[in-house]
């Protein structure tokens, strides 16, 4: 068997696998959607890919995904250079998020964390600013869950320890909270 053939066969295993998780992805989703119903703001994280899955959940919802409709507030975090790098001098890296989420967050907004170990000390970070401020946390991660999984308040973990099919099923993810999102009436 190839090497193509093998990942195929390992991304067919791990979707499989995902069909037990198809109620909390949908719950998730439900809750994301009715947060923005409500006026409140998503956040997303994430490190290296995970940053890029951040970034495409957000851009998706201010833009648009499919059909037109109103944009609706959502921010990466992992996006703007001067603040990512002043916090990380003056604070340390862990702090990058957690200090943006401290600035900007409110209660009722989600924070979406993106983690494919479920360990990464900035995002942990970020999960207990929001904590403290009454922001919601959605932690999408694989492996067992890692640290970020007992403090999350809805986890979504990818059953594979291979980084690449769970990057996969985040995008799977993220791309059914966005259907839900298409087929609401956003006026």
């Known amino acids: ?9 390992s991304l067919k295993a791990c979707v499989e696998a995902m069909q037990a998780l198809l109620p909390q992805i949908e719950a998730t989703g439900q809750l994301l959607v009715e947060r923005l119903h409500r006026g409140h703001t998503l956040f997303a994280c994430g490190n290296g890919g995970s940053a890029t899955d951040s970034m495409h959940l957000c851009e998706e919802l201010v833009g648009r995904y499919r ?20 916090i990380a001098n003056d604070y340390g890296y862990e702090a990058i998020f957690s200090r943006q989420i401290e600035a900007l967050g409110k209660s009722g907004d989600l924070l979406v964390g ?16 929001a904590k403290n401020q009454g922001v919601t946390t959605v932690l999408l991660t694989g492996n067992d869950g890692g640290s970020i999984h007992a403090i999350a308040d809805h986890s979504i973990i990818i059953p594979s320890d291979n980084t690449a099919r769970i990057q ?20």
């Open 1 to 9: 068997m190839s090497k193509v053939q093998q990942d195929y066969q």
């Open 67 to 86: 059909g037109e409709r109103r944009p609706l507030p959502a921010v990466s975090l992992n996006t703007d250079t001067s603040v990512l790098t002043c």
């Open 168 to 187: 996969e099923l985040h995008t799977f993810v993220l791309h059914a909270w966005l259907e839900l999102v298409e087929n609401e009436n956003w006026t």
């Open 114 to 129: 993106f983690s494919t170990s479920g360990n990464s000390e900035n995002i942990r970070q970020a999960f207990l600013s």
